[in-house]
């Protein structure tokens, strides 16, 4: 940065849906990024982090889902945090560099600071002096070092020429392989990439290394990677324990005299209607209008918006689908005492609009949308 006053702008690469089932059934209705974490869509929390950056002018969201599946969210956090944020739509998939360069002109308008959601995170060496950034390696196959690539970066508008660097050596590239044969020849049994789709990670971290162009900033804050339902569970847990030391007042509480007991960090949102006799928590995330009878019990788990669950029902370890019912005396959890966040049926994932009946146990099993459960199941997954 040129001066302490000069205006910056954050830029946040959200994806967009692809072939990939590793979220289902939780994405089929609502984009990954929107899917609440903590009482808060996913995207929110990067977004409140950049809120905190100085001089900050503007925040877009960079992906190609649908404009209209952003278009109510967008506009109520930008009336949220006075603050303009802006979704824009790649036409096809660029590459998390290429998206970057293809809005460049309204980026440029402000010095850029981009926050991306890692995809798969590579490995990096630094001097333990100056930090500048020595080596990087992506998903390599052996070890290289304990310091992993988070997806934050403060760039200066240079990024910009790089990024173009890469597309230029990629047509010139193409272009002498069309005059010759032998190239042609040699090309042809190798999967080339489009000029225009660039790698932030392989195509520029990894050629600038080294170079004294690029340094790193060490944290020992959480991170995680959001790739399955189960470690949306584990990221809410770690933004609901983070909430006592930045937002407090986000957190619920209650002794169970006039209100539900309350043990741990949990999220209650204000339209929500807890039975007094209710107990809720460790790690506890309920969304608007959800509805919880007398005697239930939750633990380390996600309710999202509309959910009933009816008298002495118990969910542990597990994500409730919107508007979806659990029956009275019935049972939603994970086999395990902790749940495994990273197996495909670690935790109990209901879909959107599924009824549990009553008296009925799920453990481990994951119920796609609008399904009625009216015997037990363990380690299935509900078609």
């Not at 010095?111 to 890692?118: D, L, N």
């Not at 660097?165 to 002498?176: G, I, K, P, T």
Request: negative net charge; hydrophobic residues 40%; contains cysteine.
């Amino acid at each position: 940065m040129e001066s302490s006053d000069e205006r910056v702008v954050a830029v946040i690469m959200v994806g967009g849906p692809t072939k990939g089932t590793r979220f289902r059934p939780l994405s089929f209705n609502t984009p990954k990024p929107l899917f609440p974490l903590a009482g808060q869509p996913m995207v929110h929390h990067p977004i409140s982090a950049c809120k905190r950056i100085p001089n900050l002018a503007q925040i877009f969201l960079i992906g190609f889902y649908e404009e209209r599946e952003f278009a109510l969210y967008v506009s109520s956090i930008s009336n949220e945090l006075k603050l303009p944020v802006r979704y824009l739509k790649e036409d096809k998939p660029h590459g998390s560099a290429g998206g970057l360069y293809y809005f460049r002109d309204m980026i440029m308008e402000d010095s850029p600071v981009s926050a991306e959601s890692a995809h798969q995170f590579g490995e990096l060496v630094a001097d333990p002096t100056t930090m500048e950034l020595l080596h990087y390696t992506e998903k390599p196959e052996t070890f290289v070092s304990d310091l992993i690539n988070c997806g934050v970066y403060v760039f200066t508008p240079e990024i910009f020429t790089a990024i173009q660097d890469v597309s230029m050596h990629r047509e010139d590239r193409a272009n002498l392989r069309r005059v010759s044969s032998f190239e042609a020849l040699q090309s042809a049994t190798s999967r080339a990439l489009p000029t225009d789709f660039v790698r932030l990670d392989q195509d520029i971290l990894s050629p600038l290394a080294g170079k004294k162009q690029l340094y790193t900033y060490e944290t020992m804050d959480f991170w995680e990677q959001i790739k399955t339902p189960g470690m949306s569970l584990k990221c809410s847990a770690l933004y609901l324990a983070q909430f006592r030391h930045t937002s407090p007042h986000l957190l619920a509480g209650g002794d169970g005299t006039k209100t539900a007991t309350i043990s741990g960090d949990v999220y209650v949102h204000p339209s929500a209607k807890v039975h007094p006799t209710a107990k809720i928590g460790p790690n506890v995330s309920i969304s608007a209008n959800v509805r919880i009878g007398a005697g239930v019990r939750l633990i380390s788990c996600i309710i999202l918006d509309d959910v009933e669950i009816k008298e002495n029902a118990v969910v542990i370890h597990s994500i409730v689908g919107w508007k979806s019912s659990i029956g009275k005396w019935s049972r939603v959890q994970a086999s395990s005492a902790e749940g495994d966040h990273n197996a495909k049926l670690g935790i109990t994932i209901l879909g959107e609009a599924v009824t549990v009946e009553d008296e009925v146990v799920v453990i481990n099993s994951i119920v796609l949308p609008n399904k009625t459960l009216n015997v037990s199941v363990q380690e299935e997954i509900i078609l």
